[in-house]
Structure formats: structure tokens, C-alpha cells
Nanobody, 130 residues
Framework: QVQLVESGGGSVETGGSLRLSCTVS????????MAWFRQTPGKEREAVAS????????YYADSVKGRFTISQDNDQITVYLQMNKLKIEDTATYSC???????????????????????WGQGTPVTVSS
């Protein structure tokens, strides 16, 4: 059973930084995609970024390009989302997600293929204030 556990959320002022972490268990092979999504009440869930554990190919939503960076540790067990230059509109609950048995890293694109993500963490809140 694939399980995801997020950490690192919190409150920060506009322009500040936070780093989120997501640890995956139950699936060790590199043939997986890991992604971050976010959601605020009353809005649809939004893809943020993703990375393929095998080739490291990453994708970003236009709204976070140049500010957020997704990365993984050497064991492809923990995925990080470094968030810089945070804006008030980045306030949301951020959830980690995974899809497994994926060799083609193009399928990791969370904007094009959000429905391929089968496993989800419980989410961690991020609040950005002025």
C-alpha cells in the first residue's frame, strides 16, 4: 500500500519561503511520479509541480514557475517543494500525490494528467499573509 506523508506547511509573510516534504512508503522503484497539488475552499484543486523519480524530469504550473522548485532525495523516497517569493495567492492546502508503475515521465505532467495520480497524502496548510 502506497502511503504519503507531508510536512513543512505553516505561515509566512509575503515574499518569504517554505519547504514542504513528502515521504513515500510502499513503493520503492523509480518508476513513479510524485507531485504537489493545492486547493483552497471553494476552488478546484490545482496542479503545482511534479517529478519523475527515475529521470528527474519535472513539470511546473505557470503560476509557480521561477518561484517553486521540486526535488527528491537520492533514494527517491522524499520529495521536496521549495517555495520562494511566496504570494498571498499561494495560500492553500498542499497535497502530495503519486502514481506508480510509470516509465514514461511525460505522464507525470500534473496539469495534463491529474487523474493519473492515485495516491494522496492528507495535505499540509500553507498560509501567506501580508
Amino acid at each position: 500500500q502506497v502511503q504519503l506523508v507531508e510536512s513543512g506547511g505553516g505561515s509566512v509573510e509575503t515574499g518569504g519561503s517554505l519547504r514542504l516534504s513528502c515521504t513515500v512508503s510502499g513503493y520503492k522503484p523509480r518508476t513513479k511520479c510524485m507531485a504537489w497539488f493545492r486547493q483552497t475552499p471553494g476552488k478546484e484543486r490545482e496542479a503545482v509541480a511534479s517529478i519523475h523519480a527515475g529521470d528527474g524530469r519535472s513539470y511546473y504550473a505557470d503560476s509557480v514557475k521561477g518561484r517553486f522548485t521540486i526535488s527528491q532525495d537520492n533514494d527517491q523516497i522524499t520529495v521536496y517543494l521549495q517555495m520562494n517569493k511566496l504570494k498571498i495567492e499561494d495560500t492553500a492546502t498542499y497535497s502530495c500525490a503519486a502514481q506508480v508503475f510509470v516509465s514514461d515521465s511525460s505522464l507525470c505532467d500534473p496539469v495534463r494528467y491529474p487523474g493519473r495520480y492515485d495516491y494522496w497524502g492528507q495535505g499540509t496548510p500553507v498560509t501567506v499573509s501580508s
